[in-house]
Nanobody, 135 residues
Framework: EVQLVESGGGLVQTGGSLTLACVASGFTFDDHTIGWFRQAPGKEREGVSCISTNNGSTYYADSVKGRFTISSDNAKNTVYLQMNSLNPEDSAVYYC????????????????????????????WGQGTQVTVSA
């Protein structure tokens, strides 16, 4: 059974930092695409960043580029999202998800070209962790 467990959310002031972690189990971690999405109340789910656990290639949405860093520790089956310079617009529930479709490196390259992450491409999801940024 695939399981994804997020942690690291919380309350932080504007300009602060948080690091989210997503611990995965139930599948071979080393060649998949792991993505982070977020959803604020009344808004659509937004793809934030994703990584290939095979070659480490990454994608970032324009809204977080230069502020967020995604990384993978394959020995720990864990993907991290380091979030810096947070602002109230970053407040949301953050979800990690795994995509097994195709070759992960190609998926990341395609995402980079299209400039968008599609939630339907990800088969399994974590329960989410709340991030709240106060003004």
């Amino acid at each position: 059974e695939v399981q994804l467990v997020e942690s690291g959310g919380g309350l932080v002031q504007t300009g602060g930092s948080l690091t989210l972690a997503c611990v995965a189990s139930g599948f071979t971690f080393d060649d998949h695409t792991i993505g982070w999405f977020r959803q604020a109340p009344g808004k659509e789910r937004e793809g934030v960043s994703c990584i290939s656990t095979n070659n480490g290639s990454t994608y970032y949405a324009d809204s977080v580029k230069g502020r967020f860093t995604i990384s993978s520790d394959n020995a720990k089956n864990t993907v991290y999202l380091q979030m810096n310079s947070l602002n109230p617009e970053d407040s949301a529930v953050y979800y990690c998800a795994v995509s097994t479709l195709g070759v992960s490196a190609i998926r990341i390259a395609t995402t980079q070209t299209l400039g968008v992450m599609y939630a339907w491409e990800y088969e399994d999801w974590g329960q989410g962790t709340q991030v709240t940024v106060s003004a």
